[in-house]
């Protein structure tokens, strides 16, 4: 075979692969429900960025203390009322998305970052070194997430940083198990073995052949648990646990709200419905790109 054979055949392979990318994105965009959910995102994205520019109040997400304005009820003045010290319900609602879309990034980074290379590790190399790493997993996957993440934060001082790292702490067993069950489906494929016969460390093959071709489940468990993650960080900041005040989180909002609910429903109810709708979001686009990649994730 000539080299513009070679060429010939790799270019029409790099067609192959836009072809079938441009058909999976019409595949997601023609579901309106992942639509949706993509311009749900963008909306908590973007209202996080801009918070400073579209708070009414952008020094209410501080300790600023307005005891004159305390328990007002949305009004166009607050359109989502006041809390208990009288601060604007509505900025601290959007700086509050920062805090949550930034647990969400490291807690997940972290969980890909520690469980993707043992389950490469697991899967390829097989034998005592995926007995090893597999029970461990086990053990994890054993205590649920909350209970572990409650455990360690209250060992630590309780903080943002410290309540992502208890999370995280048991959140990579997930990422573990579905690389070491995706690396077993595809370390037999033509591909793999072409690239051992010809003398690839185990290395290479692991982070260079198959990690490429296992993206499609990350990227759609990692989606799925970005909203997984937010929740439980919001569970954590309402026992107070968290992030703590006066940095505004929807958790603490809550609790805070709850102790008035009868009579300043809003003070609790505009953080619930925040957290619900970037819960919803991250659902909805996490199972559109499910559809648009047809590959099964365990949730």
Same mark, same amino acid.
């Given at each position: 075979?000539?080299?513009?054979?070679?060429q010939s055949s790799l270019d029409e392979s790099v067609r192959q692969r836009?072809?079938?990318l441009?058909?999976?994105q019409r595949r997601l965009f023609q579901n309106p429900l992942s639509v949706v959910g993509l311009l749900i995102i963008l909306i908590v994205i973007l209202t996080a960025v801009f918070a400073p520019v579209l708070a009414p109040y952008p020094e209410d997400s501080g300790d600023t203390l307005h005891f004159d304005q305390t328990g007002e009820p949305p009004s166009l003045e607050h359109p989502m009322g006041t809390d208990a010290v009288?601060?604007?319900?509505?900025?601290?609602?959007?700086f509050g998305a920062r805090i949550s879309l930034l647990m969400g990034l490291v807690v997940v980074s972290i969980a890909i970052a520690i469980g993707v290379p043992l389950g490469l590790l697991a899967g390829y190399l097989g034998g005592w070194v995926n007995t090893v790493i597999m029970r461990?997993?086990?053990? &994890?996957?054993?205590?649920?997430?909350? /209970?572990?993440?409650l455990a360690i934060t209250a060992v630590l001082s309780a903080n943002l940083w410290n309540a992502m790292i208890a999370i995280a702490f048991g959140w990579w067993t997930w990422y573990a198990r579905l690389v070491q069950g995706e690396v077993l489906s595809v370390k037999e494929e033509e591909f793999v073995e072409?690239?051992?016969s010809l003398g690839a460390g185990w290395f290479r093959v692991a982070f260079k052949e198959i990690l490429p071709n296992i993206v499609a489940p990350l990227t759609v468990k990692a989606t799925l648990d970005m909203g997984a993650v937010i929740l439980v960080g919001a569970a954590l900041s309402f026992l107070g646990l968290g992030a703590q005040p006066p940095t505004p989180t929807w958790g603490a909002m809550i609790s805070i709200g709850r102790d008035h609910v009868t009579s300043e429903w809003w003070m609790a109810t505009f953080p619930g419905l925040a957290i619900s709708f970037t819960v919803l979001g &991250?659902?909805?686009?996490?199972?559109? /790109?499910?559809?648009?990649?047809?590959?099964?994730?365990?949730e």
């Open positions: 075979m000539s080299v513009f054979d070679g836009l072809r079938d441009a058909k999976a009288g601060r604007d319900v509505l900025s601290r609602v959007m461990v997993t086990d053990i &994890f996957l054993a205590i649920p997430p909350i /209970l572990l993440a072409a690239s051992e &991250f659902n909805l686009l996490g199972d559109g /790109l499910r559809d648009m990649f047809d590959v099964e994730v365990d």
